[in-house]
């Protein structure tokens, strides 16, 4: 059974699985997820509050409404917040302004594979540091800033792909490695309002000069609002508005940025997070429960299970296996890891029934597919 209904199939989206295939590769949210009804009732009532104005070129930082909502969940001024397009628009804007080709960004051994690849496009060079039970080792983030090193790129929060959450204990001395050192933090935060349990404060708050914090709704409400925001010093913002894209055009996804102000304003984004996060619990606990004993640390929240294989396994043979069992999952490779196998399997996209039968048919071809290599 596809995840998705027919009109999903018509070549207005990224990409589809084919018929009969269960797709646990990719990190957003399934379609019986994504608040269509919501999205509608925010878009007309920004109409109906801001009427032409609402179709203009917007502020430069971005829609004051939404930047005065967002200050105010992340204990910030909105005058230190910048609308995006998401994340992926936020990392090249960082990765043109804060650094020139051939400068270094120090990053996860194991991270997001398209954020690598647009500060690649950018010209960067990146630097992987190894991380241990805690994080990122601090002793080995502070010799990788050695160098002309743009700036650092992190993921402490439900990280991608692994699902870990940094302590507080080990954010505070990977900070103070970076402060030492004089390097800007850039916090990949696109996770965090999806947690099952409280989560350490962002890098952000622990130290709101020295840290660059992204935030996107890609993961929350869709990726198909291209909308996202920025949180930094007074330093920063001045510099990254001074970019030409601002000055071009004004607000990044002006209209969408106050319709989904209306939605945090009025309670309705918080309502929606919480019936989520119910739901993307329910969808872990489904796939979790079909693995059986396969090696898996169960996240407490995000979107993404890191699977642990031994030696008698390989990632080619594990992921044409489950190929064969009709069902797609994103090989650890693609993601940095290298030695052990590992496999990343994403909870998000479908139903719960769906991630039980994908987790049976996993659980059964790899264990087949290690007998047959035994």
């Not at 032409?52 to 969940?73: I, K």
């Not at 080990?170 to 490695?177: I, K, Y």
């Not at 990343?344 to 059964?364: D, F, M, Q, V, W």
Request: proline share 7%; with cysteine; glycine share 12%.
């Amino acid at each position: 059974m596809t995840p998705f209904p027919p009109a999903w199939r018509l070549g207005v989206v990224q990409e589809v699985a084919p018929p009969g295939v269960l797709d646990l590769g990719p990190g957003y949210p399934g379609p019986d997820l994504q608040p269509v009804e919501l999205i509608r009732y925010a878009y007309a009532r920004a109409l109906d509050e801001f009427g032409s104005a609402a179709l203009a070129y917007g502020d430069n930082a971005g829609a004051l409404p939404l930047r005065e909502v967002l200050a105010r969940r992340a204990s910030a001024d909105p005058a230190n917040v910048v609308v995006t397009a998401g994340t992926s628009q936020a990392l090249h804007l960082l990765g043109t302004t804060f650094g020139r080709p051939g400068q270094t960004v120090v990053t996860d051994r194991l991270g997001y594979d398209y954020g690598r690849a647009i500060l690649t496009s950018c010209g960067l060079r990146l630097v992987h540091v190894p991380a241990d039970s805690e994080g990122m080792d601090p002793a080995a983030f502070e010799s990788a800033l050695d160098g002309d090193i743009a700036f650092a790129y992190l993921n402490p929060t439900f990280h991608n792909p692994t699902g870990q959450v940094v302590g507080e204990r080990r954010r505070r001395e990977l900070l103070e490695v970076a402060r030492r050192r004089g390097v800007l933090v850039v916090e990949d935060d696109a996770y965090a309002e999806l947690g099952f349990a409280a989560v350490p404060p962002p890098l952000a708050r622990l130290d709101p000069d020295g840290v660059i914090r992204l935030g996107t709704f890609s993961k929350t409400l869709g990726p198909g609002l291209r909308l996202g925001w920025l949180t930094a010093g007074p330093a920063v913002v001045q510099r990254l508005l001074g970019h030409g894209v601002f000055h071009s055009g004004g607000s990044l996804n002006h209209l969408t940025s106050l319709a989904v102000s209306v939605l945090i304003a009025q309670g309705e984004y918080d309502r929606h997070l919480e019936r989520l996060r119910v739901h993307l619990r329910g969808r872990r606990d489904a796939l979790l429960g079909a693995l059986g004993d396969i090696d898996v640390t169960a996240p407490e929240g995000g979107f993404f299970l890191w699977l642990r294989f031994g030696s008698s396994h390989s990632e080619n043979g594990l992921t044409a296996a489950a190929a064969q069992a009709g069902v797609r999952v994103a090989a650890g490779s693609r993601f940095g890891a290298s030695g052990a196998p590992r496999v990343r399997l994403s909870y998000s996209l479908n139903r719960p029934e769906e991630l039980a039968a994908a987790g049976r048919a996993l659980r059964t071809t790899w264990a087949l597919a290690e007998r047959i290599s035994s």
